[in-house]
Every structure is written in C-alpha cells, then in structure tokens.
C-alpha cells in the first residue's frame, strides 16, 4: 500500500531539539518533493520547508529558517525535519507529503498522518 509513515515528535522544552522521520512505502520515493507542514489549533495549515527529489535543494519558511534542516536519504526512503531552538510557537501538528512534478501542495500525492509536536515554555 502506497504510503508515508511518520515518526518522533513528542514534548519538548524551549530551545531544545527534536527530529522528525517520514518513510515512504510502495512507490519510487526518489522520484517527489518531499515537504513539512504544521497545523496549530484553529490555525490554517502552514509550510515549513521541502526538499527537491535529490536532496540537493531546500527551502524554509522564514519562520522556521535557520532552526529546522530538512534532509531525505533516498536509499531508506526517508525525508527528515531537524527542529532546533525550539519555540513554544512551534507546536503543531506535522506532516509531511510528496508531490511529483510542478503540481501545488494542497494536489500533493501522498500524506503523512501527523505527528503532534508540544514545545513548553
């Protein structure tokens, strides 16, 4: 079945660090964009970065510059977020998704199903 997995997430203090892991199963991975997104209750879904089917472009939300990398390894079919410095306005749910081709986000092939991230103060 033609998926994405997600992992990791949880709570965390301010200013610590967390890793996100999104596998892909039943389908050429090495093939899509992979991109992170986040939703905050009652808040409208937000990008957060994406990775071009290579690795060897990203590209970040300016409020997340800086403080997340994102990453893939094609050969486990996995992207990555490394979140760092983390802030209480961090949380959220994340996803990640892939899309072939020059199709927008909201037609994206595949989603993750969310892992919650808490960042206390």
């Known amino acids: 079945q033609a998926q994405l997995v997600q992992s990791g997430g949880g709570l965390v203090q301010a200013g610590g660090s967390l890793r996100l892991s999104c596998a892909a199963n039943?389908?050429?991975?090495?093939?899509?964009?992979m991109g992170w997104f986040r939703q905050a209750p009652g808040k409208e879904r937000e990008f957060v970065g994406n990775?071009?089917?290579?690795?060897?472009?990203?590209y970040y939300a300016d409020s997340v510059k800086g403080r997340f990398t994102i990453s893939r390894d094609n050969a486990k079919n996995t992207v990555y977020l490394q979140m760092s410095s983390l802030k209480p306005e961090d949380t959220a749910i994340y996803y990640c998704?892939?899309?072939?081709?020059?199709?927008?986000?909201?037609?994206?092939?595949?989603w993750g199903q969310g892992t919650q991230v808490t960042v206390s103060p």
């Open positions: 990775i071009n089917s290579s690795g060897g472009s990203t």
């Open positions: 039943g389908w050429t991975f090495s093939r899509y964009t």
């Open positions: 998704a892939a899309k072939f081709g020059a199709i927008a986000w909201d037609k994206a092939n595949y």
